[in-house]
């Protein structure tokens, strides 16, 4: 399987949207999905969301894939709400994700 | 390829900086800088004061270098600032000459008048902290919301039918049962209610960011808080209100706006905005400064000699439309509406003002509306103006359209409101007005499009109660019934109020499904106030707009209260969609211009072919020829309407048909749910084919077609 985790800390905001988007985008560098855990992850505020939808996108232009692991029912709610929700597939964990994917 | 540019050159309290960029005026990411740009034509100096999200002190203010001064433009860039967690706002120096409409103040912290974003009021109805020294807080936004390939849906102004709500009040009653009360999360979750009611736009009452609290205040008369919950006063034109957002105290609001527009499209429904161009927030002289006021004075208002407002408004001061810089911002806002956020139309509030000029006289060719018709983005976008404004002026079938702006027809609803109360002057009004009002729009090629037909609208009785009060009944907005229209049109049928008579009732409800066949089949645009397909009742209480209680909220349980009036919108509404005979964009004939057996549209009376024959003016009846409305090459149904706002039945005569058609059924306001209307499509074939007997206050609607064999 070509793919990596990467934990998110705890507030994915514009304070460290910098440093998660360069590691994430670090992974897909060496060619391989990424699997983002936002499993301690309390809150994604608007930079934050647009890290991981531009992550995902710089995935998907290059034929990779950027999945997302233990997302909390308040944030998915927000990301349902403002439009970033469908683009994303779901795993509650990532041994679930590994497993599928 | 790095742009050789985005250098800092300068150094202030450890933040970098650089001569900015004058265009585009707002704050704007440029790499890592925001990018500060304001306008003012008369301050003399401009200090940026930085907040940290929240916090009542500035973390810094840095005054403008004179390098960063172009013209009469303030800009400069500031390197590295973390902007989602900032908050900014500007200190104006200039005269205070209040003769001269001079009124800077740096003691002041203003908002950037082209704030996309604005903190301060992030929940609704969460008293603010009245100490704070900047009240509404101007943020930084992204605007990078993924549309995918969605655009305005420029759908033909001619197939609308418009449903004018209120954000808030839509879903904030718990039987709206939405997850997300009140806000545009829950109008998005309401979505399937809209489509099966059928209609394809929502017109949405100010979005704009305004302050529940301006004016707030207990009610006299019980004690319960008045807000300001209609919104129309501006804070700001480029950011969408806060609190309309389940995620506006993350200040989520322009994506949560965006996805809903979006959503909405996906379902074929358009976006109208109702936008207040015609004054702000600020009020007179004894108003608070909020923006406009301390950063140029007077460039944003018209001011009197003296230097007072002007108050064509009736909300205290007037914004100066035909000032080409405010002109220019005016245009800005609508266009950022439209690129940032897809939005279909605009209804412009008062929009009699904008055609005045900075002296408050009407213009023949104002330029703000000109610029508005010929703008190249707005070039689908739908204009429509409320023609009239506080000043006195009315300017419904006047006003400045160079083809392009349709009007709120204000006489549609007057003549209508009062044929339905059975009154005998009114006919040859109500005829012009079904037929598409050509005495108004006929000229300057604007045609039936222009016209927006409604019976009612925010302002004033919701229909239900139009049929159920004689007199407004605003006690509880706390200025002994003052506030609110007087002429109201309305009838009560019987009993001042809601009632348990059976008979009262069945003719309210009979009054409202004659209202509703009259709008769906006259030719125009219709437009429906929200709340009323489900008989909502604002209890007599004609200008709600203080009311944020069970008064302005829709009661959702009417859905089953009012089952037959609902059905009933949504038939009616069904069969406007499938007869394009009834959905013209040009004025008809009133003859068989192209030789095809009948006129496009007649008029009757209860002799066939005899408009003069009636009973004092309140029975009439109109037939639409089909064969005049083709699609695909396929003839649409003949339609005939008899309408008996008599107090007695009457017997119509009807126009015979061509051979091989025969009338059928569609409607029948006399009958009982469920045999007043039916399915579109699947009409009864009329026994009687030579005449009909149309109830008492009643309305019948054929359709000539041939029968199923």
Redesign the interface.
């Known amino acids: 399987m070509n793919a990596e985790v990467h934990k998110v800390g705890p507030v994915l905001d514009a304070s460290s949207s910098k440093d998660e988007q360069q590691a994430i985008l670090a992974i897909l560098d060496q060619n391989k999905d990424v699997i983002l855990d936002l499993s301690e992850c309390t809150y994604v505020s608007s930079a934050g969301l647009r890290v991981m939808l531009y992550t995902y996108k710089v995935a998907a232009s290059n034929g990779l894939n950027l999945y997302l692991v233990g997302v909390s029912k308040e944030v998915r709610e927000v990301m349902s709400i403002t439009g970033f929700e469908h683009f994303f597939k779901y795993f509650d964990t990532v041994e679930a994700c590994q497993s599928q994917i | 390829m790095q742009r050789v540019d985005l250098f800092p050159t300068h150094e202030y309290k450890g933040l970098k900086l650089r001569t900015g960029r004058p265009y585009p005026f707002g704050a704007t990411v440029m790499g890592n800088a925001v990018n500060f740009s304001v306008y003012s034509r008369y301050a003399t100096d401009c200090t940026l004061v930085l907040f940290h999200n929240h916090e009542p002190e500035p973390f810094v203010e840095i005054p403008f270098q004179k390098e960063f001064k172009m013209g009469n433009v303030f800009s400069m860039m500031v390197f590295d600032l973390?902007?989602?967690?900032i908050e900014y706002g500007y200190r104006m120096d200039g005269p205070w000459n209040p003769k001269e409409g001079h009124r800077f103040d740096k003691t002041k912290i203003l908002m950037d008048p082209y704030a996309k974003l604005i903190a301060g009021r992030d929940a609704w109805g969460v008293q603010p902290d009245w100490n704070n020294v900047y009240q509404y807080r101007a943020r930084v936004v992204?605007d990078?919301?993924?549309w995918e390939d969605d655009l305005p849906l420029e759908t033909p102004v001619n197939e609308l039918v418009i449903y004018e709500m209120h954000v808030r009040n839509f879903t904030c009653g718990a039987s709206a049962n939405v997850h997300?009360p009140g806000t545009?999360?829950g109008i998005?979750e309401k979505i399937p209610y809209l489509k099966e009611l059928g209609v394809n736009c929502v017109e949405l009452m100010p979005i704009h960011e305004f302050d529940e609290f301006e004016n707030s205040k207990p009610s006299p008369v019980d004690g319960h808080m008045l807000y300001n919950v209609w919104g129309y006063s501006n804070v700001g034109f480029f950011a969408p209100k806060a609190a309309y957002a389940?995620?506006g105290r993350?200040?989520?609001q322009v994506?949560?706006l965006?996805?809903l527009i979006?959503?909405l499209h996906a379902n074929g429904i358009e976006v109208i905005l109702d936008v207040v161009f015609n004054h702000t927030a600020e009020g007179n002289e004894n108003g608070p400064y909020i923006s406009y006021r301390g950063i140029d004075n007077k460039t944003y208002y018209m001011l009197t000699p003296d230097g007072y407002y002007f108050n064509f408004s009736g909300c205290g001061n007037t914004l100066n439309c035909n000032n080409p810089n405010v002109r220019d911002m005016i245009v800005e806002s609508l266009r950022y509406w439209v690129t940032d956020y897809h939005v279909d139309g605009f209804r412009f509030d008062l929009a009699a003002i904008l055609g005045r000029d900075q002296n408050g006289y009407p213009m023949p060719n104002p330029p703000l509306l000109e610029s508005l018709a010929h703008d190249p983005i707005l070039g689908k976008t739908k204009l429509i103006a409320e023609a009239w404004d506080a000043g006195g002026l009315y300017q419904v079938g006047a006003f400045p359209s160079w083809g392009r702006w349709a009007e709120w027809n204000g006489k549609y609803r007057d003549s209508i409101r009062r044929f339905l109360k059975g009154d005998e002057h009114v006919l040859a009004d109500v005829k012009e007005r079904i037929a598409g009002s050509a005495d108004l729009y006929a000229s300057q090629n604007r045609g039936i499009k222009a016209s927006v037909n409604f019976i009612t609208a925010h302002d004033g009785f919701t229909l239900m109660d139009l049929v159920s009060y004689n007199g407004k009944h605003n006690e509880v907005n706390g200025e002994d019934n003052r506030d609110g229209e007087d002429n109201n049109n309305s009838w009560n049928c019987g009993w001042e109020g809601e009632c348990d008579d059976p008979g009262i009732n069945f003719l309210r409800h009979k009054q409202i499904k004659n209202a509703i066949s009259l709008l769906m089949t006259s030719q125009g645009i219709p437009m429906v106030l929200s709340g009323d397909e489900m008989g909502n009742t604002q209890f007599g209480n004609n200008n709600a707009y203080c009311q944020d209680n069970e008064i302005g909220w829709l009661d959702w349980t009417n859905l089953e209260k009012n089952a037959d009036i609902y059905r009933f919108f949504q038939r009616i509404i069904k069969f406007r969609q499938a007869h394009k005979v009834l959905r013209y964009e040009y004025h008809l004939g009133h003859c068989d211009y192209r030789n095809l057996g009948y006129p496009d549209f007649s008029w009757h009376g209860v002799k066939a072919w005899h408009p003069e024959c009636g009973y004092n003016n309140l029975t009439a009846a109109f037939m639409l020829n089909g064969r005049y409305a083709e699609t695909d090459g396929v003839a649409d149904d003949f339609i005939y309407v008899a309408m008996n706002m008599h107090w007695d039945m009457h017997g119509f005569e009807l126009p015979q048909l061509p051979e091989e058609m025969a009338w059928h059924v569609f409607a029948n306001t006399e009958m009982a749910s469920p045999d007043d209307i039916c399915e579109p499509g699947e009409e009864c074939l009329l026994d009687n084919q030579q005449e009909i007997l149309v109830g008492p206050r009643s309305i019948m609607i054929l359709v000539g077609k041939q029968p199923k064999k």
């Open positions: 973390d902007f989602e967690n992204c990078d919301f993924d997300h545009f999360a998005a389940s995620t993350f200040g989520m994506d949560e965006k996805n979006k959503q």
